[in-house]
Structures are given as structure tokens and as C-alpha cells.
């Protein structure tokens, strides 16, 4: 990764690259909230309000970036603590439902707000202060930047979930009720997933406003929340780390090698939806372990039938 922008001399390729990782972190706090069982659409809102306070925060406060960065996690923070307080008490349809109202919300309350750019946006938002001798002019300081804060993520995330949080986090998944008779308190654990999760999204709209250095409230509405999902589902619901990497890396990728207009995207992204639910329920990162499993039953049918089966009609183990 440290060596990918002396190969990679294309700017596209490389923003690509960047947005990737962002999208990687959007993903890593879905999962992370799946991790207790509940589905957010709120993770578009949350990443709007990081891009927005930090860039207020720089632009109106007069803030270097360096600041600006970890004080938008915790205004991140204290929103989701003050919602999360409310809606995470009744989990499931309900709690799915209250996250979409936030993110209806929010870009609302930015789009009518004259203070924060209103429908027009943020326009000329700085890029992070250098650091030394390093100024984050081209692609490469921000692609090193970002992937700073992707892997700062990954070991943070990693070590939950190998905690006894991400423990009580996977039990309340697995089975809400004997997780509570075990002494699990179900509010707080996914009050907790829920703030931590928010705070995830916030830095990574921190790092989007200032690489970016525009925004509009379009950018942060419910379509990002259900794009965030996918990225999460098509790498596979149960690899909460590498499964939003590889989903973002498609999602990021696939739809811009194919030139897909604004107006095309939605209809291929419902359409992807779909078919993984259908076919993949398990996400890209299941299919060796199904094809596995289905040549390994055809195998036995083989065997006990004396003729091959047809794979149309046979279900593997």
C-alpha cells in the first residue's frame, strides 16, 4: 500500500483509490453496528455531519484540520448519543425505520440552513494543514492520509471485536434474550455500537470534506446509507473487516469502469440488491466456501446415484 502511488500515475485511478478506503470506513461502521444485530441507514447522515462540522469548524472557527478532524468524530458522538439514546432502546423494524428518518433529516435541516451553505453547498474548503514537509497538494498525501485512517480503524475495530464488547456484541446477535439471562445489558451494548459506529462515519466525512473541498446536502442522503449497506453485504454480512473492504473496493470501481450515468447508478445498485440477496445471501467472500459445498454434495450424489446429478436441481449440504 505505501508503494501504490510510485506504480499507480493515473489521478483517476488514484481518487479512486481514496474513495475506496473512505467507502471502506463507511463500511467497517455498518458492520460493526450489524455486529449487534441491528441495520442502520443513518451511516449517510452521520458522515455528513463529520464533512459539515469539520468544515465549519476550519472555514468559520478558523481551526487547523488537525483539530478539526477529531473534534468532528465527537460532535458525531454527541448526536448519536442523544438519538441513539432514544431509538436503540426498541431494536429491529423500528429501529431501521428511525435511522431513515435521520437521514432524511439531516440533509433537510443543511439544505434550508443559510449558515451551512444552504442548497448551494461549501465551496473552497481547505485541504489539511502541512505536516513538515508535507503538503497535501496532488492525490499521493491524501491517499497516505486516508489509508492512515483506514488501517487507525481497522486495528481500533479489530480489537473490539476480539473484546469481551465484541463478544457481548456477537451474543446479542446471535440470541438477544439468553444474551440478557447472561447479564449482557442489551441498551447500553448497542448504544454503545451505535456511538462508536457514528463516530466512524463523522472522521470519515472529516477526511471527505477537506479532499474533496465541496459540499451540498445531496451528497449525504438516504441513497448513501442503502450504498454504505451494500458495500457491507456484497463482501458478506460475516466478515465484519475484509467484507466492507471488498465491497467497497466494488462498488467503488465497478460503476465508474462502466462510465454508469447518475440517473443508471440506482437502477444497478437495486439491481445488485437483489441478485445478492437471491443468489449470495452470504456476500462475494461466501462463494468458495459454496461452491465448496456444492461440489462436495454433487460429489456424494454422484456417488450414491452411480450418475451425475444435475446442478440446476441439487442443493448442496
Known sequence: MALLPTVVKSPYYMHLVIMTCDNIMLGLSFSLLYSTGLLTMAAGAFWGIGAYTSALLVMKAGL??????????????LIALGTGAVITRIPGIAFLIQTMVISLIIPEVVGYSEFLGGWGGLLGIPGPSPIGPLRFVGKAPYYYLVVVLLMLNVLAFAALYSSRVGRAWRSIRVNA???????????????LAFVISSAAAGLAGSFYAHYFQALEPGMFTAFKSINVQIFAILGG??????????????????????????????????????????FLPGGVLSLPERLGSFSWGLMRRTKSDGAPAKPGLYKGD
Do not use: D, H
Request: net charge neutral; hydrophobic share 55%; proline share 6%.
Open 177 to 191: 434474550q439468553l444474551a440478557e439471562t447472561l447479564g449482557i445489558n442489551l441498551y447500553r451494548f448497542r448504544l
Open 64 to 77: 487547523s484540520f488537525w483539530i478539526a478532524l477529531p473534534l468532528s468524530g465527537m460532535c458525531s458522538v
Open 237 to 278: 454480512l460475516n466478515y465484519y473487516v475484509v467484507g466492507p473492504a471488498v465491497g467497497a473496493a466494488i462498488m467503488t470501481f465497478v460503476p465508474e469502469l462502466l462510465r454508469v450515468g447518475k440517473e443508471i447508478e440506482p437502477v444497478i445498485t437495486g439491481a445488485v440488491l437483489i441478485l445478492l440477496v437471491i
